[in-house]
């Protein structure tokens, strides 16, 4: 992606042996792994679930999770009370060794970009995007089950920022933002349906939710992949 530089990262996805695992995705990171909790006590604290050393967001935002870097038996256990058994967790970086009764569903390399200038003064613009929010949640719920750019739930919406392009009244497209670790904002969910990809729609989505993170005085993290999923079919 043009405006972006690559680097390394690790996420993890676990739950509780209690219940079979369901299905699920890798949890992207930001910037900084030990930053991931930040936004649950600060941008996003209105959200944030839970007590002791655990926190979450609600099932219906997001399955990402927070816990402090040195993990202990009290950790688990705080996060076992909060999620419960049979609840897929994920965390941004390897969480180390996973107690018995955790099961860890998966665990992969990955590739976290981090935003140059280029990113949101580079390329053409669309004129014809749109702000999404409550209205267009099922839509939005409906493009992301059919291009699977990563977890997105039926108030995902609430997390802000997210902007999407619509042909035939229907939406095609969208990218929105998510984690709000201190100074810096993930840019996710950045899809586009199979029938309109080659438009350059999703990376004017990209670049239009760049400039708007960079009007407030933050930086953008552009989408992160999978190793074996590097390059974003969206864009």
Request: hydrophobic fraction near 40%; include cysteine.
């Amino acid at each position: 992606m043009a405006g972006a530089v690559a680097i390394e990262r690790a996420g993890d996805v676990l739950t509780h042996r209690e219940s079979a695992p369901t299905a699920t995705a890798l949890a992207p990171s930001t910037p900084s792994t030990t930053s991931l909790g930040r936004p649950l006590t600060g941008a996003h604290a209105h959200l944030a679930q839970g007590t002791g050393k655990a926190l979450r967001y609600p099932p219906d935002i997001s399955p990402i999770v927070a816990i402090p870097p040195n993990i202990d038996d009290e950790v688990w256990s705080d996060l076992h009370a909060l999620v419960g058994p049979g609840v897929v967790v994920a965390f941004a970086g390897e969480v180390g060794q996973v107690p018995d009764e955790w099961e860890l569903v998966f665990r992969g390399a990955g590739v976290q970009l981090t935003a140059t200038e280029a990113l949101w003064t580079d390329g053409p613009r669309h004129d014809d995007i749109v702000e999404l929010g409550k209205a267009d949640a099922p839509e939005m719920v409906d493009l992301v089950a059919r291009t699977e750019p990563g977890p997105f739930e039926a108030r995902t919406y609430l997390l802000g920022g997210y902007l999407g392009i619509r042909r035939g009244g229907a939406l095609v497209a969208m990218a929105g933002e998510r984690l709000r670790p201190p100074g810096w904002t993930e840019i996710s969910a950045v899809c586009t349906d199979p029938d309109h990809r080659g438009q350059g729609l999703a990376s004017a989505l990209v670049r239009a939710v760049a400039g708007n993170i960079r009007g407030a005085r933050r930086h953008p993290v552009p989408p992160y992949g999978t190793v074996e999923r590097q390059c974003h079919p969206a864009l």
